[in-house]
Structures are given as structure tokens and as C-alpha cells.
Antibody, heavy 120, light 110 residues
Framework: QLQESGPGLVKPSETLSLACTVS??????????WGWIRQPPGKGLEWIGS???????FYNPSLKSRVAISVDMSKNQISLKQSSVTSADTAVYYC??????????????WGKGTTVSVSS | QSALTQPASVSGSPGQSITIACTGT?????????VSWFQQHPNKAPKLMIY???KRPSGVSNRFSGSKSGNTASLTISGLQAEDEADYYC??????????FGGGTKLTVL
């Protein structure tokens, strides 16, 4: 359903780039938002940001200056770019589908996650 | 935007009930009825258990229930089973399209 991909190792100060390929549903259907969440080793979950089919984005204020999420409907993919990475960005990165509840969108389908390490 | 506060750990015996609290502020938990709860087993992706404070997605056992009072949301698991042993995270809407998670609670079934 959702599969994250990207380099497992990124050097400090460089840009982390991940893709999430969606299968079984078309992003262009407009029924969902699509989000990224990360989890540092041994720590809790952190919401990174979300996007819908039209490109409307919302970002975690603490990451907003370094993060960009985009959608490529021709590939049925969403992408995450995070610049100026440090060791604090080492984490498992998950992408997920967000369905609409009463008023906001909740993540109900998740990818398996991809581990990204930041090290020289 | 600060992380929501959860106890680091809770425990209970099979068959018992436990409650996990999630405390925020009037800018997140207290300001909106948009709280969700996730269950995460080791090395697995999280699973949505509760949304809109009290609603269960299809397929989630009715042993799981959610509530909220003021700035604190709660997840109650009744009839504890061994497979409930996992980490649990609360998540709240925090305005302007943003979400904030709690630090997580490790549930041990004794």
C-alpha cells in the first residue's frame, strides 16, 4: 500500500530525500491527506508534515524551515526533502495515508518505515 | 508546540483494565476534540486505535476506548490481554493544520 524508499545514510549538512510510493489508491482521488512521521532510535513519534493531492501542505513548526513535502501524481508518490541534517535527524521515517475524521485527517495506513542515519 | 505528556510506563494483569493519560494544554488537547491514539509493537509501524477522542476504526477491539476531560485525554484498555503489551502514543490537533504527539507509554502485561 505504501512503501518508503531512499538512501539509508546521509552526511551531516546534506539534504535527506525520501519517496513514498502509494499503491491501491490514486493520490489524485483527493480523498486523503498523506503524511510523514519519524521516530528516532528508542524515542517517540514526531509528526513532520502532511500534503493533499492539490499540494496543500502543513508542517511541524519546529521543522518547517528545513522540510518540503511534495506530490507527484504521475508516479503516485509523495516526497520528503529535509535540508541541513544533523545526527538528531537519525530516525525511522514513516509515510502514511490520512483519512478524514469529523474534521481533521488521521493516519490509518502506514508504510513499514525506512531507517535514515546521519553520519559522516 | 510542546509534546503531550504521558506516563513512561503502566502495567496490569491479564483481565484487568488500565488507563493511560495524555495531558496537553488549551492549545491542543483542551482546545479540540481531535485526539487519536496509536499502538506500536516493537519494530512495527504504529496502528491507529482511536480517533476523534472516542471513535474506533473498523477492526479495533471494543476493549479499547477513549475519553477526554479538559486538557487531558485518556485511553482505557479493558480485559487486558498479552497482545496488548506495546507502546501507546496519543496525538492531538494543535491548530493551523498541525499535529503533536505524546512521548509514549510502555504498557506491560504482567
Amino acid at each position: 500500500q505504501l512503501q518508503e524508499s531512499g538512501p539509508g545514510l546521509v552526511k551531516p549538512s546534506e539534504t535527506l530525500s525520501l519517496a513514498c510510493t502509494v499503491s491501491g489508491v490514486s493520490i489524485s482521488s483527493g480523498d486523503y491527506y498523506w503524511g510523514w512521521i519519524r521516530q528516532p532510535p528508542g524515542k517517540g513519534l514526531e509528526w513532520i508534515g502532511s500534503i493533499n493531492y492539490s499540494g496543500t501542505t502543513f508542517y511541524n513548526p519546529s521543522l518547517k524551515s528545513r522540510v518540503a513535502i511534495s506530490v507527484d501524481m504521475s508516479k503516485n508518490q509523495i516526497s520528503l526533502k529535509q535540508s541541513s541534517v544533523t545526527s538528531a535527524d537519525t530516525a525511522v521515517y514513516y509515510c502514511g495515508r490520512q483519512f478524514r475524521g469529523s474534521a481533521i485527517y488521521y493516519m490509518d495506513v502506514w508504510g513499514k518505515g525506512t531507517t535514515v542515519s546521519v553520519s559522516s | 508546540q510542546s509534546a503531550l505528556t504521558q506516563p513512561a510506563s503502566v502495567s496490569g494483569s491479564p483481565g484487568q483494565s488500565i488507563t493511560i493519560a495524555c495531558t496537553g494544554t488549551s492549545s491542543d488537547v483542551g482546545g479540540y476534540n481531535y485526539v487519536s491514539w496509536f499502538q506500536q509493537h516493537p519494530n512495527k509501524a504504529p496502528k491507529l486505535m482511536i480517533y476523534d477522542v472516542t471513535k474506533r476504526p473498523s477492526g479495533v477491539s471494543n476493549r479499547f476506548s477513549g475519553s477526554k476531560s479538559g486538557n487531558t485525554a485518556s485511553l482505557t484498555i479493558s480485559g487486558l490481554q498479552a497482545e496488548d503489551e506495546a507502546d501507546y502514543y496519543c496525538c492531538s490537533y494543535a491548530g493551523s493544520g498541525t499535529l503533536v504527539f505524546g512521548g509514549g507509554t510502555k504498557l506491560t502485561v504482567l
